[in-house]
Nanobody, 123 residues
C-alpha cells in the first residue's frame, strides 16, 4: 500500500505560478510511474501529465503543455508539478497517482491516489 499526500495548492492570480508536491510513503518510489490529474466542479477527472520511474519519459496533455512541468526526486520519494502562467480554467482539485507500470493518460490503471489539493486561480 502506498499513501500519497499532495501539498502546495492554494489561491493564485492568473499568470502566476504554483508548485505542487506529492509525497509517497514508500521506499520503492522509483518503482512507480506518477501521474497528475485534476477535477473541476461539475467536470470529469482530467489527465494532466505523467512521468515514468526514472523521470526520463513524460507525457503532457495539450491543455498544459508549455506551462506545467512534472519532475520527481526519487531520493525524497516526491513528485512535483510546477505550474506557471496559470489560468482561471486551471482551477480544480489536483490529484497525484502512482502506477507500477507506464500508463500515460489512462487513469484506470493507477493503483494509488492522493486526497487532492485545491488550486484556485483568480482572474
Amino acid at each position: 500500500q502506498v499513501q500519497l499526500v499532495e501539498s502546495g495548492g492554494g489561491l493564485v492570480q492568473a499568470g502566476g505560478s504554483l508548485r505542487l508536491s506529492c509525497a509517497a510513503s514508500t521506499h520503492t518510489f522509483n518503482n512507480y510511474a506518477m501521474g497528475w490529474f485534476r477535477q473541476a466542479p461539475g467536470k470529469e477527472r482530467e489527465f494532466i501529465v505523467a512521468i515514468n520511474w526514472s523521470g526520463l519519459r513524460t507525457y503532457y496533455a495539450d491543455s498544459v503543455k508549455g506551462r506545467f512541468t512534472i519532475s520527481r526526486d526519487n531520493a525524497k520519494n516526491t513528485a512535483y508539478l510546477q505550474m506557471i502562467s496559470v489560468k482561471p480554467d486551471d482551477t480544480a482539485v489536483y490529484y497525484c497517482a502512482a502506477s507500477p507500470r507506464w500508463l500515460g493518460a489512462d487513469p484506470s490503471g493507477y493503483l494509488y491516489w492522493g486526497q487532492g489539493t485545491q488550486v484556485t486561480v483568480s482572474s
